[in-house]
């Protein structure tokens, strides 16, 4: 297991496309999790997953935000109608419920997306 | 209302000079304090989970401390590859125990 991986790396979009993000977890972990962080600041939590359930969202995911979790293994993050302010690095992590976070969360290297 | 303050904002030390970086929290009844070091462009790495006052954990030059208030992430020693920025996050009382994190410190160790 080569732990969470994050697909794209980079993504430009102009101001009102769509984009999707994609997410592997560690294959083991059934709780999923999407934060955003812009520069300067810490990761802000957006949903998470446990299994194919979505058990949480932030405030901060407003309606152009979806995320889903088919049958519990990857999960996708759409964006639609892109705004200047969605630029951000958007961040998957992976962890095993009950674990009580003795080894903290698995993060990704992220997918920077950058709207024009 | 910040749950998570960490300073300072930035620190710049010499290699081999020794220092401590802070993390106050306010939520009362703390399930897991954790700190983790970011690199530019990357996602966080975990370092460290504390659970209640008086805990410690080590890892190489880096040991963390926890109080009812704060905790402290020391830098023993400190070389340029520990240069990174350095994250702490709460998770407070509640269903789903999702962290908050602070803003992080951006450390930067000089040869």
């Known amino acids: 297991d080569t732990g969470v991986s994050q697909d794209p790396r980079h993504k430009i979009t102009k101001r009102g496309q769509n984009v999707t993000f994609r997410c592997d977890p560690i294959s083991e972990h059934n709780r999923l999790y999407w934060y955003r962080q812009t520069l300067g600041q810490g990761p802000e939590f957006l949903t998470y997953?446990?299994?194919?359930?979505?058990?949480?969202k932030s405030r901060l995911l407003s309606d152009r935000f979806s995320a889903e979790r088919p049958k519990g293994s990857f999960s996708t993050l759409e964006i639609q109608r892109t705004e200047q302010g969605d630029s951000a690095m958007y961040l998957c992590?992976?962890?095993?419920?009950?674990?009580?976070?003795?080894?903290?969360?698995?993060f990704g290297s992220g997918t920077r997306l950058t709207v024009v | 209302e910040d749950q998570v303050t960490q300073s300072p904002e930035a620190l710049r030390l010499q290699e081999g000079e020794s220092s401590s970086l802070n993390c106050s929290y306010t939520?009362?009844?703390?399930?897991?304090l954790f700190w983790y070091r970011q690199d530019p462009g990357k996602g966080p790495e975990f370092l460290f989970t504390?659970?209640?006052a008086g805990e410690e954990k080590e890892k190489e030059r880096l040991k963390a401390t926890l109080t009812k208030k704060e905790s402290f992430l020391h830098i023993t020693a400190p070389k340029p590859e520990d240069s990174a920025t350095y994250l702490c996050?709460?998770?407070?009382?509640?269903?789903?125990?999702?962290?908050?994190f602070g803003r992080g410190t951006s450390l930067i160790v000089h040869p």
């Open positions: 939520v009362s009844g703390l399930r897991g």
């Open positions: 504390l659970y209640s």
């Open positions: 992590a992976s962890s095993l419920a009950g674990s009580k976070g003795n080894y903290g969360y698995t």
């Open positions: 997953f446990q299994n194919e359930a979505q058990l949480e």
């Open positions: 996050a709460v998770q407070a009382p509640g269903g789903s125990y999702i962290p908050t």
